[in-house]
């Protein structure tokens, strides 16, 4: 059975499932009458692949279950709360408010600035028309003083015309 990897949905495959793997594609581009055999081992492969997708499932709701509980214990449990949030931010995890609020409680260490300023960023770039790349090498460039405008003429009044 392939077995989850990691925590973002990868899959690990033994050297059997690869097998019916690659003959499940190959009957897929190549469509002729297969063997029951070849049909029985694709479904099985297929029920494998919905209970591995499942396990990876639940495996992350225990990651997000842990992290709640390192968070609970803050500040006794600030290390292991900050290296389970790293791994769960780099599986997708969307943080909480009540993560900014414990990473801003514990912005005196260096690693919880430097993921409460991974959180914020991801959040303005998850925000439609959010800051980009471009506003990020903005922000690293010292400001510039704007450039001064040349002062604005006033209107010409009209000449007065002389009449006869």
């Known amino acids: 059975m392939p077995t989850p990897y990691g925590s973002r949905g990868g899959m690990a495959f033994g050297a059997e499932e690869l ?10 581009l190549h469509p002729t009458s297969a ?11 297929a029920g494998d692949l919905d209970e591995a997708a499942r396990e990876s499932a639940r495996l992350r709701a225990f990651l997000v279950a842990d992290l709640g509980r390192y968070r609970a214990a803050l500040p006794g449990t600030a290390a292991g709360y900050l290296t389970l949030l790293e791994e769960a931010l780099g599986a997708g995890y969307r943080p909480r408010p009540d ?4 990473l801003r409680a514990l912005r005196g260490n260096p690693t919880a600035a430097a993921l409460l300023h991974q959180c914020r960023r991801a959040h303005l770039l998850a925000l439609p028309g959010g800051r980009g790349a471009a506003a990020e090498e903005q922000e690293e460039k010292p400001a510039q003083k704007p450039a001064r405008k040349p002062p604005a003429t006033p209107p010409a009044r009209p000449a007065p015309h002389p009449t006869p």
């Open 99 to 102: 993560d900014l609020a414990a």
């Open 35 to 45: 063997s029951a055999d070849d049909l029985q081992d694709c479904l099985r492969l």
């Open 19 to 28: 097998r019916v793997l690659r003959r499940a594609l190959a009957l897929a």
